[in-house]
Each structure stands twice: as structure tokens, then as C-alpha cells.
């Protein structure tokens, strides 16, 4: 059984490491002023939100750099999974929901 | 982040033994809750890393090498994609960590929370972090106002790493009998998990803002250049629009100085 690509792994974790672990390893990243606190508490929400943006509304190009706006079924299906954790506080269900949508959907052909 | 009742930019308290174990034990339980969507997707695309690896000409040493050592998703889907392109090994590993840059800002945010853990512990830590582990995480650890190392735990390995690598296994060595994730649904597990996760984060005029400016930002650079980057940009400039919003406290003392002004614009 192959096991030279075993190497290109251990390359691609030797450069992914550092940005997991610098700031919870390097002295100094728990004693930021406060403004630099406030900052970091608000990536959580940007970079969630940036990440469920860039999957359901952008269509990466196949060849070069860019991509298409995406118009489809995952929009309502992300949309009532937002509406369902805010007023159920409840993650579990809005996927539920999400994938219900998403399922029924396609298996009606009413999307791709 | 500062626990409720904190000022802002105070470091939250660290010892989850002060807390009140019912209230440990409900955080706990509803961050299972969520995590079961997130085993949901990391099962699903676990399994397609697994049946890609497998047609990319991955062994299945190769590919598990790949999910326990690098665990991390979308660097792991890039890399096969490259290798059986045939792409040089030191493109993929600079294409890695462009793509995993935003690691960083994960792992920044986390550590005023993780800051009195032990060194090893976060060494390890630092290895299971992935967009999943960070989101269970932070919402956990801001619901209960403290650190919970168990709760990292649970959100990294429980959520994620067991569930990737047992499907990825799935997927590179039996992946022909298995059903695509997308006719079951599964591949809006993940964006309606982030997004979910995103509304669990945002209780505050800043936070929306930040969130608002991220999706602007995601969505505009991934239209015009990557994805990748759009995210990563998303998730630097979206903070400082929510930071040039007013916090709540200083919105309310605003009013309440404009409230408590007589109508000749004398004060009393």
C-alpha cells in the first residue's frame, strides 16, 4: 500500500500548525487592551456568518479565479435555520429543518 | 470576550468548578445538542474526503494520514483535487496554508479563554481546531460566561475529529455502496450550522454589524476573487465595523444624556 503522500500530510500540517497555535501558545495574546478583546470577540460571529455567505450564495469558478452568484434552495433552507435558532435557540432543529428543505426539494425537482 | 456583567475587554474567569453544576451539566447537554448537526456534517464530508482521496489515487493510509494529520477540510479536498492533477507538492502546501490562514483568528479569539490552561493541553488544542471546534466553542464558553476545557473537547473531537476520520475511513474504503450526501440533503449542514452558530454568537448591534460586514465582505471578494480569501477578509474587517458601532452601554448613556437635556439646550 502507497504511503508517499503520507509526507505532502505531515508538510501541509507543519504549515496549517502555526496559525492554529500561535496565538494559544504565545505569551502576551491574554493580555490585549480591551479594544483588541472587544475585536476578537466579534470574529466569531463575522468569520461564521462570512463562511455561510461564501457557501450558499457564491459558486466557486472551475477554472481561474472568481466565481457566480448562487440563487437556490439553500438560501431558504439557511434562512429558516437562522429563523429557527433565534426563536428556538435551538442549533439541532434548524438543521433539521435545513436539510428537510433541502431533501424535499430536490427529491420533488424543484431544485438542483 | 466579557462574561455578562463584565466590563468590556475583562478577561472571563477561568475555573469551571465555581460554576453551578446544574448549569455546567444544561451547557453541556446543549452543546451535545449542537454538536449532533456538526457530527451530521463532518460525517458527510468525512465520507466525500474519503471517496475523493479514493479517486484521486489516495491510499487509504494516505487518506487517513490526511485526516488525523492535517484535519483540516477544505485544504484536504483542495490537495486531492491538486494531486491528481498533478500539481507539485510545494504548491499544495502553499495553497494550505493560504487556505488555512483563518485558523489564526480562530485560534486568537479563543485564547484569552484558554489562556490558564496548561501548555501541552494547548498544544493539543491548537491541533483540533477547526471551524466547527471554534464555533461549538465559542458559543459555549460565552453561554457559560467561563472556559470549559471539557467542553473543548467535546466540540473538537466529539463533534468533529471522530466523526471526519471515521467517515473518511467509510469513504476511502467502502464509499461505492454509499448514497451522495447531497440527494440525503447533508451539504447544507454545514453553511446552516455556521450561520446557525453565527445567530447564537450575535447579541448586540456590534456583533451584527460585524456579522453583516462579513457576508458583504465573503460575498463580494469570493465574486470577484476566491472564496477563501472573502472569508478570511470577511472575518478581519467585519469586527472593526462592528467596533465603530456604538456599544450598547454607550448607546444607552447617549440617549439617556439626550433624554435628560432641557428643551433650551441648557443643561439643569
Request: aromatic share 8%; glycine share 10%; net charge positive.
Amino acid at each position: 500500500m502507497s504511503t508517499g503522500l503520507v509526507g505532502l500530510a505531515v508538510l501541509m500540517a507543519l504549515v496549517t500548525y502555526p496559525s492554529r497555535a500561535i496565538p494559544l501558545l504565545a505569551p502576551g495574546f491574554d493580555r490585549l487592551p480591551p479594544r483588541a478583546l472587544e475585536y476578537l470577540r466579534l470574529v466569531g460571529p463575522a468569520v461564521l456568518a462570512s463562511i455561510a455567505a461564501s457557501q450558499i450564495f457564491v459558486t466557486p469558478a472551475t477554472s481561474g479565479s472568481g466565481g457566480s452568484f448562487h440563487i437556490g434552495i439553500e438560501w431558504l433552507a439557511v434562512a429558516a435555520c437562522v429563523v429557527s435558532v433565534a426563536w428556538r435557540r435551538n442549533l439541532l432543529l434548524g438543521i433539521v429543518l435545513a436539510v428537510a428543505i433541502v431533501a424535499g426539494a430536490r427529491a420533488l425537482g424543484l431544485a438542483g | 470576550m466579557p462574561a455578562a456583567g463584565l466590563p468590556e475587554g475583562s478577561l472571563p474567569p477561568v475555573d469551571p468548578s465555581i460554576l453551578d453544576p446544574s448549569v455546567l451539566r444544561a451547557a453541556r447537554r446543549r452543546l451535545a445538542v449542537d454538536g449532533i448537526g456538526l457530527v451530521a456534517s463532518a460525517s458527510g464530508f468525512g465520507l466525500v474526503f474519503g471517496l475523493t482521496a479514493r479517486s484521486a489515487g489516495f491510499s487509504p493510509i494516505e487518506a487517513i494520514a490526511f485526516s488525523v494529520i492535517v484535519f483540516a477540510g477544505a485544504s484536504q479536498f483542495a490537495a486531492a483535487g491538486m494531486v491528481a492533477a498533478g500539481f507539485a507538492w510545494p504548491a499544495i502546501v502553499v495553497l494550505t496554508a493560504l487556505v488555512n490562514a483563518r485558523h489564526f483568528l480562530y485560534s486568537a479569539a479563543l485564547a484569552p479563554w484558554l489562556r490558564t490552561q496548561p501548555f501541552l493541553k494547548r498544544v493539543v488544542m491548537a491541533h483540533l481546531l477547526t471551524d466547527e471546534a471554534f464555533a461549538l466553542a465559542s458559543v459555549h464558553f460565552r453561554r457559560l460566561g467561563r472556559v470549559d476545557p471539557a467542553g473543548y473537547w467535546l466540540a473538537a473531537i466529539g463533534s468533529t475529529f471522530i466523526p471526519w476520520n471515521l467517515a473518511t475511513i467509510l469513504g476511502v474504503l467502502g464509499g461505492q455502496f454509499i448514497p451522495d450526501p447531497r440527494v440525503l440533503g447533508l451539504d447544507i449542514v454545514f453553511p446552516a450550522a455556521m450561520a446557525g452558530l453565527a445567530v447564537g454568537l450575535t447579541n448586540g448591534r456590534r456583533e451584527v454589524a460585524a456579522a453583516a460586514a462579513g457576508v458583504i465582505c465573503a460575498v463580494v471578494i469570493g465574486l470577484l476573487w476566491d472564496s477563501r480569501v472573502g472569508i478570511v477578509v470577511g472575518g478581519l474587517v467585519g469586527p472593526l465595523v462592528g467596533l465603530a458601532i456604538p456599544s450598547k452601554e454607550r448607546f444607552e448613556s447617549v440617549l439617556a444624556d439626550v433624554a435628560a437635556e432641557p428643551e433650551d439646550g441648557l443643561p439643569s
